[in-house]
T-cell receptor, first 114, second 112 residues
Framework: DSGVTQTPKHLITATGQRVTLRCSPR?????VYWYQQSLDQGLQFLIH???????AKGNILERFSAQQFPDLHSELNLSSLELGDSALYFC?????????????FGPGTRLTVL | GIQVEQSPPDLILQEGANSTLRCNFS?????LQWFHQNPWGQLINLFY???GTKQNGRLSATTVATERYSLLYISSSQTTDSGVYFC??????????????FGKGTKLSVIP
């Protein structure tokens, strides 16, 4: 158990809908990262928050947004869902945001868009 | 950003055999992580190994930072070792943020 929790584990929804994925980092970690794993793109970085502030964006679509709350949990919002958004979404956390910090991954949320 | 290449892409082993997985990266890194993704999709941290050698049970890893590669050794493989092994290195996008760039993985199947 990495100490990072994600809910829900599975999500099945229809095209055009909006969903929210939730992540709670390990106790003491200030950074939260979101990654997407799809069959064709592999594991890709989406966005990084550090202590409530957005630090970096990767290959995140404009239909997707995220935030980190004062209690450090984070939510990833996916809207106007398309079939291609079906993927495994991981949250990771680390103490800081530096290049020498170990990132610990949650169990993931498997999103299926029908 | 850095490029991470893993080899081999697929590996089939008889239970009890040993194996070596390789990760090459295009630039120097100050961090390298190895993960195991089990058949249920969970990503499990195996090693944080910017340089040198570490061992954890039947698994060990070596990173030679100056030559930009890392090796993961699995000894006396078991069926529970099956899954996909990823290595990942940090990529800076500025503003003090480092995200992980992953290789495509090595899919390991251990057969009884």
């Amino acid at each position: 158990d990495s100490g990072v929790t994600q809910t829900p584990k599975h999500l099945i929804t229809a095209t055009g809908q909006r969903v929210t994925l939730r992540c709670s980092p390990r106790s003491g970690d200030l950074s939260v990262y979101w990654y997407q794993q799809s069959l064709d793109q592999g594991l890709q970085f989406l966005i990084h928050y550090y202590n409530g502030e957005e630090r970096a964006k990767g290959n995140i679509l404009e239909r997707f947004s995220a935030q980190q709350f004062p209690d450090l949990h984070s939510e990833l919002n996916l809207s106007s869902l398309e079939l291609g958004d079906s993927a495994l979404y991981f949250c990771a956390s680390s103490v800081g945001g530096g290049g020498t910090d170990t990132q610990y991954f949650g169990p993931g949320t498997r999103l299926t868009v029908l | 950003g850095i490029q991470v290449e893993q080899s081999p892409p697929d590996l089939i082993l008889q239970e009890g055999a040993n194996s070596t997985l390789r990760c090459n990266f295009s630039d120097s890194v100050n961090n390298l992580q190895w993960f195991h993704q089990n058949p249920w999709g969970q990503l499990i941290n195996l090693f944080y190994i910017p340089s040198g050698t570490k061992q954890n049970g039947r698994l060990s890893a070596t990173t030679v930072a100056t030559e930009r590669y890392s090796l993961l050794y699995i000894s006396s493989s078991q069926t529970t070792d099956s899954g996909v092994y990823f290595c990942a290195g940090p990529h800076s996008s500025g503003a003090g943020s480092y995200q992980l760039t992953f290789g495509k993985g090595t899919k390991l199947s251990v057969i009884p």
